[in-house]
């Protein structure tokens, strides 16, 4: 079963969690997700006391080295999925990033980076149709 | 003379452009600043057609790996920032974070690196400071 990291924004903004949910429950009748905290609606946004942030980064950095392949929903911008989508650059996992192009302009560095696998959707419909395709 | 990356939202917003255009300035009376344009109140924010997001993308690459140093203001999330100091990271290039404590929580991604030099500030003043003692 393939592993997913799953990558949406926590302390960037929580407006999307709902659909990171819809997301990752989807992803999961398919494949094995890492990050399914992403979708938790209870999830705290505030930042951890150093040491709880090191073993966030040092946990998150292991899965992304473990993963088969990362799948990102970038429609509210994240500093965290930027960092996150560089990793998984260096270390060669295949990237798919989402976003819905009636809201957000993805950033150029992603845009115009031939690496990452960009999807613009419309509506959720089209969204889940291109997350199938992939799976 | 240093040549500075500065680095701040774009597309991400443009609520601090005010902001990094008066950092920008200061580094300037100590440093060269190759990425002066992130100051630039009349920047457009839109996605740009393929072509030119690869410019861009070709061109921020470029300036990170030849920078000095990178000074990076992440009050903003920004997808574009993170994957900037990401690519500075593997690039070992000094990286300065800075951010108002009272208005953003930072990234686990970046907090919890002890690769980055985080600098929390309550004041321009305070901002203004350390950014003194860094140039």
Not at 97 to 113: E, R, T, W
């Amino acid at each position: 079963m393939k592993k997913v990291y799953f990558a949406g924004s926590i302390r960037g903004g929580r407006v999307d969690a709902e659909l990171y949910k819809r997301m990752i429950a989807f992803i999961k009748t398919r494949a094995e997700v890492l990050t399914e905290h992403v979708g938790d609606l209870s999830l705290s946004v505030f930042e951890g006391e150093n040491g709880r942030d090191r073993m966030i980064y040092e946990q998150d950095t292991a899965w992304l080295r473990e993963c088969d392949l990362v799948i990102a929903e970038c429609t509210c911008p994240s500093l965290g999925v930027g960092y996150e989508l560089a990793y998984a650059e260096r270390f060669e996992k295949p990237c798919y990033v989402f976003y819905d192009k009636n809201k957000g302009n993805l950033s150029a560095m992603i845009n115009g980076n031939e690496y990452f696998r960009v999807c613009p959707y419309g509506s959720e419909e089209e969204l889940f149709c291109m997350l199938s395709s992939i799976m």
